[in-house]
């Protein structure tokens, strides 16, 4: 990982990308002054707000307004005011701007005010009441599944792909065994510290300008010249420093774009909208809960020879980034495995719950989770140890995926997965202790590899945590995962999207010599790193010191769309056109002084298809991603027999992702995605009840604090990829893959008991202990 | 009202409402806005400043409150050119990924190594714990704090304090604020307001009908739950009774064999005291367990019990120690046993013109065990899913006696398991008597599902941390 300094590019300049050098925006952000939404001082401002469903599924009879309110000191919009069409353009245009009808889940807006302060706003809304006649809700996967009662469509399914490859009824039946799961996984709220937030200001015939904490500037742009029937042009869309996204802001934001703009065309001023925490767990979306079963085919030794998998995810009232989202899913459920006969089942049903959407790992962690505990399972069934079976059956260059692709380029999954056994000391653990599930409670602990200590966890008992424990009857487990993460767009996406770069020389008073050089990109920095990894890129391809290369924050009537910052596509795939638009400001910039302009110049670059990669969308076969990063993780847990608490103590995570432009921001994305993991495996959870969430407050969505999270050791492989920048492929969702897996495999280590649903809570494992006993051989079936 | 203080060393005085929060006069008022929020609730740290030196969030802390009072906020801090050293450490080490929490993981780290110049891995993980950060897993910002706490940090500036003023009762925004400095004001105030408010003037009402008319008054301790949002029933036209400045409500003291716990006492002094250490180390533990730093440095012992909440800390450790509320008025005092004290889902016996004064605890015997136990939603900012404390004498025979056990978050209010106190008492400890005690202790109490926890859970941990207790503690 350590930087390679003494190294110089072909101009002579120290090498940048390989380094470690203070991100670009880190002085503003450890200074206070970085500038967020809600900072923004804009004197003559409205605030906006919304009046939600309290219920999860109705007709709307009517909004009355109290007479005794007076509403000339407010604007007020229904669904009845819009000015476009009521829609929220996304991937399809099923989810209005306002209820009108029918509202479809808690929490939905019905209608919005605009008032100069909060008091004023505050009356209002109380002054507005909603005659709704309740309707039968689909409130859970199981009852949108059976179809009495239809909310969208004519079945409730949102979306449906299939899978397939070979034989997979003649593959199950030659198996020895078929070894069967079911697995679920529950919702996770972003939880950004940061809430969403934004700010519509309008102008003169009728355009608009957003400022706001938004991951896509483009995905607003669209929607609002949609919704409020403008031209694109019309519409301006500015990102501000972002406190966290995770993906919560990438489909979210037009939402609520969509409701401060209407309200600022109606009172003609700025209206802001922050949500307040409750708002923002209420009414944004999460992580589509799920449920995956398994059907695997394998020998005696281990081999998997066939696999069925059927996926269900929630999408809840509308279809946003479902299908999207579903895909992805899909297209990992095999795992970082070969499955020569595989046949791959996904639906996304409609409930009347607050709409799913993206959020780091995108349909991959629950997915992952599944196969990952499948293969646990297998391994159990048959008596091996859960590393051979994943020795046996990963996936190496050359192998062939379910649909089709074949891995040309180097993998790494054989990479990561031996040296993270390695560096966690794995195979002493489990040599010692005997093969998991079968042992009783460990007190051995695996070898030290960094000088913290023998123990995994040497604490002094200093503070209360270790007060709390100590003399505890305690039990440890280690639990590994392996895992993958496809960069960039699924299939065809980075094609259609045909994202564009522009890099600019503006020249200083000494001309070029001092001259500096813009980034115009839609992509976001929003703590990723996103415009520390593309100066590095930039200054290395011109070879030019870093501190001449800046990335403005993305206004859209400025920046060309480099696409949206998702699908961990900014490093690999914007990263690879700037490098080619640095490369034509080069040329330009050459011919610009041999004749004599003295002006800015600018390079520009498109995105190039690359020859050779194929996806059928209909047949859902061929080469789904550009490129894969692959990962290992094995974590240490410590669990509390008498209370059957869980925590992570110690955790290792190795990942392979070509090349890591900055090896301090990579390993920090490890780290932060790591942690992210444990939490939605062990205390993340949402409950509902009547469609309602109950944990819509900071006090009872529990994220892990400083004293929840173990230490994190992260080692980065490299294995340069042809079609990434100076080898880089995606990194910012791969680590939110393997975390929780290993989780359950480390529980299962230290237990015995065999968890199959996230998040692993204590009062889980307690109905898991005191059921029936998890006799995993019964979960077998000879054919 | 009107209210002086200082900020980062500048004298300020701004008008607000008594409950105004500091966040909000920091960000609105006074345009310092690198303060930040991100919950509203003293969840998330983000918000964190320093008041007198001590880790707060801003977001709990009241206008009323700052008068005289030095802050300190990520403002005042280094410049680009020269860093402050733990900005520094954060740069160095990677730590900032989108900056959000930033700010206040930079004060939380002042306040920690101005405790602790040297603080080891797990003391840094716990002297941040009050602050999340969702990006970067902790990883790197334990380690900025380490670099920080290697190189020598300059001392925060500290402001030539402005005289506090003693706010007089006064309309600011149709509210009234009381900030006396002795008790005796303090229950006379109480008093009035319990009888029918200033303007009646009578005040010789039965204190009994106090409950009608004594909604208006809001008495205020450390506001970590009256500031919570929809906690106050009208905080702009109620009116504030401020025990901060009451002088001899904090405090721990001992005469004799008793032990005496001001009200006002903090949560971080329970924690840290060494009499309470000494004497009480179930609640010296329940204390240590308690929310996180900032919530320490400004929750009361008189708060906690007030609230009644039956998933408080306190009570149960107190209730297993034996101990007596006292209750005072302006017509007297009267000690109440806490074990009777409450009387229901947040109700107690405590009437609307008395305050809580103190707690007081006999030194329990040179041979007591006693241990406190929180199965919480996570190792910080946790309230519990069932807490467990327990406090019995052990004699050279291994007998049991005096033996006290309580419990929190499993019946409608903090309540004894007398069942199973009354089982052990006078018994040997045995391996069959540890698991009759967790059954009958999973018995009898009467929990319920809520968004923490389970019935099914709770009677388990609560049998099991009880069977902890005895095996672990009470061996001869
Ligand atoms: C983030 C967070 C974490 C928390 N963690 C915990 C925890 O781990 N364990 C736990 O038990 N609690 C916890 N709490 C709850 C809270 O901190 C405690 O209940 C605290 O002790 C309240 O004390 P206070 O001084 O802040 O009370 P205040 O908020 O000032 O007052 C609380 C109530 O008591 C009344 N009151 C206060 N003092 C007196 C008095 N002397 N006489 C009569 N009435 C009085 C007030 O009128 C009010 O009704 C947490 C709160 C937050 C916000
Ligand atoms: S804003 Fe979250 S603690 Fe104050
Ligand atoms: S850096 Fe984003 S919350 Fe901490």
New binding site residues.
């Given amino acids: 990982m350590a930087g390679t300094e003494d190294e110089t590019t072909a101009g002579g300049v120290p090498r940048i990308v390989g380094t470690s050098p203070v991100r670009t925006d880190g002085w503003e952000k450890v200074s206070g002054q970085a500038m967020f939404i809600a900072d923004l001082p804009l004197a003559d401002a409205w605030i906006g707000g919304t009046l939600r469903s309290p219920v999860p599924r109705g007709r709307l009879r009517g909004i009355r307004r109290d007479p005794a309110f007076d509403w000339s000191r407010v604007s007020v919009v229904t669904a009845a005011d819009l000015p476009g069409p009521n829609t929220v353009a996304m991937i399809r245009e099923d989810h209005p701007v306002l209820a009108a009808e029918e509202v479809r889940f808690v929490a939905e807006a019905v209608a919005l005010v605009a008032a100069p302060d909060p008091e004023t706003l505050r009356a209002a809304i109380a002054a507005i009441s909603l005659d709704i006649e309740g309707l039968p809700a689909v409130l859970t996967m199981e009852d949108a599944l059976d179809g009495r009662i239809v909310i969208w469509g004519t079945s409730n399914i949102l979306a449906e792909y299939c899978v397939s490859r070979g034989d997979v009824a003649a593959a199950l039946h030659d198996a020895d065994l078929v070894v069967e799961g079911e697995y679920r996984t529950g919702y996770q709220e972003h939880l950004y510290i940061e809430t969403n937030g934004l700010v519509a200001i309008p102008h003169d015939g009728g355009a608009i300008e957003i400022v706001g904490s938004l991951q896509c500037p483009f995905y607003v742009r669209n929607a609002l010249a949609r919704g409020l029937a403008l031209s694109p042009e019309q519409v301006i869309v500015r990102q501000v420093a972002t406190g966290g996204a995770f993906g919560g802001k990438e489909d979210f934001p037009s939402v609520l774009a969509m409701h401060a703009a209407v309200l600022a065309q109606r009172c003609g001023r700025p209206v802001r909208m922050i949500y307040d925490r409750t708002e923002d767990i209420r009414a944004t979306t999460k992580r589509h809960p799920s449920i995956v079963r398994h059907r695997t085919g394998v020998r005696r030794d281990g081999t998997i020879v066939g696999a069925e998998i059927d996926i269900v995810f929630d999408g809840g009232a509308y279809t946003t980034l479902s299908p999207v989202v579903l895909s992805r899913g899909i297209l990992h459920a095999g795992g970082a495995y070969r499955i020569p006969a595989a046949s791959i089942r996904g639906r996304a049903v409609a409930t009347n719950t607050p709409p799913n959407g993206a959020f780091r790992g995108f349909g991959v962690p629950q997915t992952m989770f599944a196969i990952e505990r499948q293969i646990d399972r297998i391994a159990a069934t048959l008596g091996l140890d859960p590393l051979q079976v994943r020795r046996k059956n990963l996936l190496r260059t050359g192998d062939i995926l379910p649909y089709g692709q074949v891995l040309e380029e180097d993998v790494g999954a054989e990479a990561v997965l031996e040296r993270v056994v390695e560096i966690s000391g794995y195979e002493a653990w489990h040599g010692k202790v005997g093969r998991s599930g079968a042992s009783d409670g460990h007190g051995v602990s695996p070898v030290a590899v960094d000088g913290r200590g023998d123990s995994p966890r040497a604490r002094d008992e200093q503070d209360g945590r270790s007060l709390a424990r100590s003399g505890r009857r305690v039990r440890r487990g280690l639990g590994l995962s392996l895992f993958h993460h496809g960069s960039g767009f699924t299939g065809a996406g980075e094609d259609k999207i045909a994202g564009r770069v522009h890099v600019r020389l503006v020249p200083g008073p000494a001309g070029d010599a001092d001259g500096v050089y813009e980034v115009l990109v839609s992509s976001t920095e929003m703590g990723q790193g996103a415009a520390t990894v593309l100066c590095q890129i930039a200054a290395e391809t011109l070879g030019v010191p870093l501190e001449r290369v800046s990335m403005p924050l993305p206004d859209t009537s400025v920046v060309p769309d480099s696409g949206p910052t998702v699908a961990s596509r900014t490093t690999m795939i914007v990263g690879r056109i700037l490098v080619d638009a640095c490369h034509d400001l080069a040329q330009r910039l050459t011919d610009a002084r041999v004749a004599g302009e003295r002006g800015p110049v600018t390079g520009k670059a498109v995105y190039q298809p690359t020859p050779g990669l194929a996806w059928d969308e209909v047949a859902y076969h061929g080469d789904a991603y550009k490129a894969y990063a692959w990962g290992a993780d094995v974590v240490e847990v410590e669990v509390d027999e008498d209370t059957l608490e869980v925590s992570p103590v110690r955790a290792w995570a190795v990942v392979e992702i070509g090349k890591a432009v900055h090896p301090v921001l990579a390993a920090g994305q490890v780290e932060g995605g790591t942690l992210q993991g444990f939490g939605w495996a062990c205390l993340e959870e949402i409950k509902s009840s009547g469609g309602r969430f109950l944990n819509d407050r900071m006090?009872t969505y529990i994220v892990p604090t400083a004293l929840d999270a173990p230490p994190i050791t992260v080692e980065i492989i490299e294995l340069p990829h042809p079609r990434g920048p100076l080898g880089a492929k995606g990194l910012g969702e791969l680590p939110i893959d393997g975390p929780a897996p290993a989780f359950a495999a480390a529980v299962t280590d230290a237990l015995g008991l065999f968890p199959c649903e996230l998040p692993i809570t204590p009062e889980r494992l307690l109905a898991l202990q005191d059921g029936p006993p998890t006799d995993l051989a019964s979960a077998a079936e000879s054919p | 009202m009107r209210i002086a203080f200082t900020v980062n060393g500048v004298p300020r005085e701004v008008d607000a409402p008594p409950l105004r929060r500091l966040l909000d006069i920091l960000r609105d008022d006074l345009g310092l806005t690198g303060t930040k929020e991100g919950c509203g609730?003293?969840?998330c740290g983000a918000c964190s400043v320093l008041l007198d030196g001590a880790l707060v969030?801003s977001c709990?802390v009241p206008a009323v409150q700052l008068s005289g009072c030095r802050i300190i906020t990520i403002e005042s801090l280094g410049s680009q050119t020269a860093p402050d050293p733990v900005q520094q450490g954060f740069l160095d080490e990677g730590a900032v990924q989108c900056g959000f929490c930033i700010p206040g993981m930079v004060l939380a780290t002042h306040a920690l190594l101005a405790r602790n110049p040297k603080p080891n891995e797990e003391a840094i993980r716990a002297g941040l714990s009050?602050n999340i950060c969702r990006c970067t897993g902790y990883e790197r910002i334990v380690r900025a704090v380490q670099r920080a706490a290697e190189s020598a940090l300059p001392s925060t500036p500290i402001a030539k304090a402005v005289a506090a003023t003693t706010a007089r009762p006064q309309a600011a925004q149709g509210s009234v604020v009381h900030s006396p400095t002795t008790l005796e004001e303090a229950l006379i105030v109480l008093r009035t307001s319990a009888t029918g408010g200033a303007a009646d003037g009578t005040g010789d009402r039965a204190a009994d009908g106090a409950a009608e008319t004594l909604s208006g008054l809001?008495?205020?301790?450390?506001?970590?739950?009256?500031?919570?949002p929809g906690?106050q029933a009208s905080p702009a036209t109620g009116s504030v009774l401020d025990?901060s400045r009451v002088a001899g409500?904090a405090g721990v003291c001992i005469h004799k064999d008793i032990i005496e716990l001001g009200?006002?006492t903090?949560?971080a002094t329970l924690a840290d005291n060494p009499d309470v250490d000494r004497y009480l180390p179930a609640l010296a533990t329940?204390a240590r367990?308690?929310?996180?730093p900032a919530?320490r440095n400004?929750?009361?012992?008189?708060?906690?019990?007030?609230?009644a909440?039956p998933?408080?800390?306190?009570?149960p450790a107190l209730l297993a120690l034996d101990a007596i509320v006292v209750l005072a008025s302006a017509s007297g005092r009267r000690d109440t046993p806490l074990d009777v004290y409450f009387t229901g889902y947040r109700q107690t016996v405590?009437r609307l013109d008395?305050?809580?004064?103190a707690v007081r605890v006999t030194l329990p015997a040179p041979d007591t065990r006693q241990a406190f136990f929180?199965a919480?939603t996570r190792r910080a900012?946790?309230?519990?899913r069932a807490s467990v404390a327990g406090a019995a004498r052990v004699d050279a025979s291994g007998t049991l006696r005096s033996v006290r056990l309580a419990a929190?978050s499993v019946a409608p209010m903090p309540i004894l398991l007398r069942e199973t106190m009354r089982l052990l008492e006078g018994r040997v400890l045995d391996a069959k008597l540890i698991e009759e005690a967790d059954r009958l202790a999973a018995a009898e109490i009467t929990p319920i599902e809520d968004v923490r926890s389970n019935v099914a859970y709770r009677r388990f941990v609560t049998g099991r941390l009880v069977a902890r207790f005895l095996r672990e503690y009470c061996r001869p």
């Fill in positions: 006090a | 609730e003293g969840e969030q709990l009050g809001t008495i205020l301790a450390g506001g970590t739950d009256l500031m919570l906690a025990l409500l009200s006002s903090t949560v329940a367990l308690f929310g996180a919530i400004r929750a009361t012992l008189g708060g906690n019990l007030a609230g909440s998933a408080a800390d306190l009570p405590r008395e305050l809580i004064i929180k919480g900012q946790s309230i519990a929190g």
